[in-house]
């Protein structure tokens, strides 16, 4: 049986898509940023893989997927070129504004797919603001908290952090091409932040929770 494909709202006309309001079809909002990934993953991982779960999302939930926001609150890795950051306010009117337009335009149940943790803070804010004006179904899923549960039984260690266990292993089963193990070095890539000394830029792009817990597993 072939395999049902993703619904994308950028290719689809105005009569297709009075249908999807119609027939209250979810819609899934990716959410990443452009920032280091380690040096054995793409920069836009983050907005990479947020599409992709978007995308198998709507199939499984016949929802329609809109175009990402690409540019997110990049953080740590804010001088590592390339980063997208600007003012956290702006962030968040601007999601903001692209939400309550869906909503206003009649779509009634938005699911945001977020990649990136420095944007977590910013959605919850949005998110909460929006709850309270208008009846609309809202939810924010950010998928690399949900996957660590999984990361001591698949891998036998505990989760990782940022380019590390978790992305790498999504980022294989998806786009294995877009990965080059041969970059990964431990001893340069590896960095555990500690709040009692925050260092910037970080000395390595693999920010791990844990030492030597959570690498990139290729």
Known sequence: MKKQSARFLKTMNTVEIEKLLADDTPLFLPLGTLEAHGRHLPTGTDTILAEKIAEELSILLGGVVAPAVEYG???VLAQTSPASFFPEELYEGFVEKVIEAFRSQGFKTIIIVN??????DSLRKVVRRLARVRPTGLAVINWWLLSERFVEPVYGCRPGGHAAVEETALMLH???EMVVSKNYNPASDDYVPDE???LFPPPGEVLLDNPNQGQPDF
């Open 196 to 198: 009692g000394i925050w």
């Open 73 to 75: 609150l990049t953080k």
């Open 115 to 120: 990649g990136h943790g420095g944007n977590r």
């Open 174 to 176: 998806y786009f294995p």
